[in-house]
């Protein structure tokens, strides 16, 4: 078991979670992630390491409650246990002085594009971030991710902070002001803003690495639920990633795999909160 | 009974196994084959001749003594029987339920040429299960000898060497990815051929009597790496089993629909997805399931893919729909353990034979609709002696299909080589070790079971951990230096 030792609510739907795991923490890097289950009925999904205190032996995750999985585990709190807690998995960003980059978050993005643009910075690169969220609520992170930059563009659906537009709206001015040589960008957030993102880039011949969230189960390579096709062929993203080359990547094929468990998702959701409501119910019955 | 003469004991039926009805149970997880009671147990105990050089030893491949323990059962003596059972084999319960005997001891007795041989895998499974509820044979372990040993890996391998080196009085620690230790006992074999309770019971008895550490969620080459394990222990042995899954290489693989045999097996068994909601992780299944590959991995996925659908229908209150196996190969070359097959059969699962697919088609959304295949004829023998299949020009067809589960085998996680320099590997991905010892090419590790044959059996990979064992306990001692 794995205890919760600090939990922030980020936004309505997002929040983070500090976990005892000495066993991950002492070796964590920017980009790889974890994989965590609940408790006996729950099922594993994959979050990336947003922060670690190798020692203090502690990781923080943040998430989005966009289902049943995140949504449980948005109501546990401080002091309780997950079941499962496994990692680091993946490969580690590949931190080196490239010169200028420009690190993007989108919405939950924000969390792992975080570690990742802080690493670039150390290692001596001029970092362009740009960050965006739907709306205010959803942005988080800005006073960190502006301490670890060099310019920093925010932008939301809505307009209700920072300028209203799509990350991509920046990235291409960036592009095509051609003041300096970008030599990489990272791209976190929904498939659908990395890959818009790689098409812009693509024209540029600017690199443009994608963190990838298919649907994992065990995230060591035992399954293949998790493969994505690539120019060469398919990958399994937990191994051989999660992160690639974004202008490689098959979108399609993505997102159309990442929505085919849509009805039993649905399902689940439905199940939980029926569930939930009558475990609340008999502890006020209790209670009294 | 009365002591009887060899023809006599010649003339007692093989003892049939009750069995749960093929149309009830391909609607439910529970276990297809309900066991021996002492009574029939006894009676089929009497058909052992008791040969003076027992055929049946030479067929196992960890050598059980098996006369002796036959002899036990038919004369009620229980304990004894379980006693004769564990000096070559720990996990009786299991390996009853699972081994190929008709390739190894059954095989081997001497009444397969003159009609039926011996039961011995039932009787195996009747000793065992006595075991699991009496424990008449404690675990107990030598004095400590200060010796640190990191097991990696908790399937049958790992675990046979992590008892037997606990027992000697080293303290074992066991290091598993998954979130639970067991392996394929766990997430591929399901529940209605082996029962989770039937491997817990071992485990946690174990764990509990020797005092063995598991750390789960640890997966060796990412969260600590084998040359850090090094620094702390004493000595390694790696079970990681082989647990990468293969794909065809054909057009269509990454559709909607298309899984592997571990994935599909995973989602149902390790995380029980049968149980989906009150478990949270789906299985997507159709109403047309074409399983591909031809042993016990494909008849294992086909027939929990029966059962899925019963299970799904009756939530939705339509029918069932159909499950097929695909193999590219005839009838007598099927891999499978000869019950499996016959008991997929009898489950309503359709084979289609000496078909292999060419091509995976979708529908406009990304999804399974068809599988296009090409009929085969048996050619010349290949190099493994088997006929090989080639396919019939003109002899495609295409099938109907929702979903298809690719049972192909499967070769070793490479993971666990990370940051191991010094451990050699064949060009399949295996760990090169002493098939006497399991020593590698790298000091102070030893490996066995699929991580260094492939893609094989429970008992060969007890087998390699037994003898893993031995020689580890050896070199800690002093006697064997590497
Ligand atoms: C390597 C990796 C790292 C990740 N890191 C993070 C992270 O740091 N924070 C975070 O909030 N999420 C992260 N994700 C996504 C996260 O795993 C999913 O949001 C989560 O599995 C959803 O589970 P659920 O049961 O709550 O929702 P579900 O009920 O499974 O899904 C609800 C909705 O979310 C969408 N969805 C399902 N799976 C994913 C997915 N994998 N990614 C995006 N959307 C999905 C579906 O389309 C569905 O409509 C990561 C995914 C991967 C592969
Ligand atoms: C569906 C299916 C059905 C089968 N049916 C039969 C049958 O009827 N009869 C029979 O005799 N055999 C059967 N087999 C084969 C048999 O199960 C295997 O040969 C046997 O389990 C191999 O044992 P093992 O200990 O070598 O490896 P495994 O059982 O594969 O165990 C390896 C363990 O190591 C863990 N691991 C892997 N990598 C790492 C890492 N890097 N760090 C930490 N842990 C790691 C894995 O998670 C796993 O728990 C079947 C196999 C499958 C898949
Ligand atoms: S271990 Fe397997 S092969 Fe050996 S006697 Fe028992 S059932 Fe037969
Ligand atoms: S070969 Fe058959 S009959 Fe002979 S001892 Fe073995 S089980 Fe008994
Ligand atoms: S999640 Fe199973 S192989 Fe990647």
Not at chain 2, 152 to 158: D, I, M, N, S
Request: net charge neutral.
């Amino acid at each position: 078991m794995y205890k919760i030792l600090e939990k922030q609510v980020l936004s309505d739907v997002i929040k983070l979670m500090v976990i005892e795991a000495p066993h991950i923490a002492q070796r964590a890097k920017a980009g790889q992630f974890t994989i965590v289950r609940i408790d006996e009925q729950a099922e594993r999904i994959p979050l990336t390491i947003a922060d670690y205190d190798s020692k203090a032996g502690t990781i923080t995750i943040i998430f989005q409650e966009v289902g049943q999985s995140t949504m449980h585990l948005g109501t546990l709190n401080v002091g309780d246990s997950i079941a499962s807690f496994a990692g680091p998995l993946g490969h580690p960003t590949e931190i080196e002085n490239y010169g200028t980059v420009i690190c993007m978050g989108g919405g939950v993005g924000i969390a792992p594009i975080y570690p990742i643009t802080r690493a670039l910075k150390q290692a001596g690169n001029k970092v362009i971030s740009i960050i965006a969220a739907r709306s205010k609520d959803l942005l988080f992170w800005e006073d960190k991710m502006r301490a670890v930059s060099d310019e920093i563009h925010v932008c939301t659906d809505d307009g209700s902070h920072g300028r209203k537009g799509l990350v991509t709206d920046p990235l291409k001015e960036i592009l095509e002001a051609k003041k300096e040589n970008i030599a990489k960008v990272w791209a976190i957030g929904p498939a659908i803003m990395m890959k818009f993102v790689s098409l812009t880039t693509k024209p540029f011949n600017v690199p443009t690495i994608v963190s990838l969230n298919t649907i994992m189960i065990d995230g060591t390579g035992m399954c293949g639920g998790c493969r994505v096709l690539l120019d060469e062929g398919a990958k399994f993203v937990c191994v051989d990633g999660p992160e690639f080359d974004g202008h490689k990547v098959d979108w399609n094929s993505l997102m159309s795999r990442l929505s085919y468990y849509r009805e039993e998702e649905k399902m689940a959701v439905e199940h939980w909160k029926e569930h939930k409501c009558k475990l609340d119910k008999e502890i006020a019955a209790g209670g009294k | 009974m009365a002591k009887l003469e060899p023809k006599e004991r010649m003339k007692i039926p093989r003892q049939p196994m009750p069995e749960q009805d093929p149309k009830i149970r391909n609607a439910n997880f529970e276990e297809v084959a309900l066991g021996y009671d002492e009574a029939t147990a006894r009676k089929e105990a009497e058909r052992c001749l008791q040969c003076k050089k027992p055929g049946c030893t030479v067929g196992c491949p960890v050598g059980v003594r098996i006369p002796e323990f036959i002899l036990a059962v038919r004369e009620g003596n229980l304990p004894k029987a379980v006693e004769e059972m564990k000096v070559k084999n720990n996990l009786p319960a299991i390996c009853g339920r699972v081994c190929p005997q008709e390739v190894q001891c059954e095989g081997k007795c001497i009444l397969t040429k003159k009609g039926k041989s011996v039961a011995i895998g039932r009787l195996e499974r009747f000793v065992g299960d006595y075991e699991l509820a009496h424990r008449t044979c404690p675990l107990t372990a030598a004095p400590a000898t200060g010796k640190k040993i990191a097991v990696v890996g908790t399937g049958p391998a790992g675990l046979t060497c992590a008892v037997d080196l606990a027992r000697e009085g080293h303290k074992v620690t066991m290091f598993e990815s998954l979130h639970g230790p067991g392996g394929v006992l766990v997430y591929g074999i399901p529940e209605f051929r082996l029962p989770k309770k039937v491997v817990f019971g071992e485990i946690d008895y174990a764990v509990e009597c020797l005092g063995i550490q598991v750390r789960n969620d640890h997966v060796i080459g990412r969260t600590i790496s084998l040359n850090e394990l090094l620094e702390q222990y004493d000595a390694v042995f790696l079970g990681t089993g082989a647990g990468l899954p293969s794909f065809m290489r054909i057009p269509g693989i990454n559709l909607n629909g298309v899984m592997s045999a571990n994935e599909f097996l995973t989602r149902v068994n390790l995380m029980k997805g049968y149980l989906f909601p009150n478990y949270s992780t789906p299985v997507k299944l159709g109403k047309k399931v074409a399983v591909v590959g031809g042993g016990n991995v494909a008849m294992d996925s086909a027939r929990c893919s029966k059962r899925m659908q019963a299970v799904q229908a009756k939530q939705t209150g339509t029918e069932p729909g159909e499950v097929h196996i695909i193999y590219r190969r005839s009838k007598e070359e099927v891999p499978a353990r000869a019950e499996e097959f016959h008991h997929a059969i009898e489950e309503g699962i359709i084979c289609d034979l000496l078909t292999n697919p060419v091509e995976i088609i979708g529908d406009e959304t990304g999804k399974v609709s068809k599988i296009r295949c090409i009929r085969m004829e048996l050619g010349e023998p290949d190099a493994s002696g088997r006929r090989k299949p080639v396919p019939i020009p003109g002899s495609e067809l295409e099938m109907e299909m929702d979903t298809v589960i690719m049972a192909l085998g499967t070769s070793p996680n490479p993971i666990v080589f990370v940051d191991a320099d010094g451990l050699e590997r064949t060009k399949h991905g295996t760990a090169v070790a002493d098939v006497e010892t399991g020593r590698t090419k790298k000091q102070r590790v030893w490996a066995g079971g699929d991580v260094v044959t492939g893609a094989a059996t429970v008992i060969s990979a007890m087998g390699a951990g037994k003898r893993a064992a031995a020689d580890m306990h050896k070199f800690l001692k002093g006697e064997a230096p590497w």
